[in-house]
């Protein structure tokens, strides 16, 4: 880890996740973090541990996107303590065809030079008709 502050460990973390630098983003994590994604789609829960975070929740997300076509932009952050909030824009083209576009907000604690936890927010009902819905035909 090159930094212990909050703000820095998560814009490292979201550019590995732009750059597809699979190493960077598990360094990120803490072994014991959790991930907390809200709503009621098949990845909506509390991820619980690195492995699960990393390899299941974000690696299987990777599967639903064409590759070469995700685009990850940090919009901003705001820290306070060892929380930060980071907004980033996400666009793909889904293996579905759909166009996936979606405005995410994740709140962040840093601890140690590691993301501990994560609650994201996003456009649930968008993940639903682009990433999960039914293929036409």
């Known amino acids: 880890m090159t930094s212990t502050d909050p703000r820095t460990v998560v814009v ?3 550019e590995a996740v ?3 630098d699979a190493a960077v983003i598990r360094d990120s994590f803490d072994p014991d973090a959790t991930w ?3 709503g009621s789609l098949p990845t909506s829960k509390v ?3 690195r492995d699960a975070i990393v390899d299941d929740f974000l690696g299987g997300m990777g599967t639903v996107f064409v590759p070469g076509t995700v685009r990850i932009e940090l919009v901003g952050t705001i820290a306070e303590g060892d929380r930060v909030v980071a907004e980033w824009t996400s666009k793909a083209r889904t293996v579905h065809g759909a166009d996936y576009d979606n405005r ?3 709140i962040f604690t840093v601890r140690e030079g590691r993301i501990t936890s994560v609650i994201e927010y996003a ?3 968008h993940v639903a008709a682009t990433l999960f819905a039914e293929p036409q035909g």
């Open 12 to 14: 490292r973390y979201v």
């Open 18 to 20: 732009r750059d597809g």
């Open 36 to 38: 907390h994604y809200p």
């Open 47 to 49: 991820w619980r541990g």
């Open 104 to 106: 995410c907000l994740g």
């Open 123 to 125: 456009d649930t009902h």
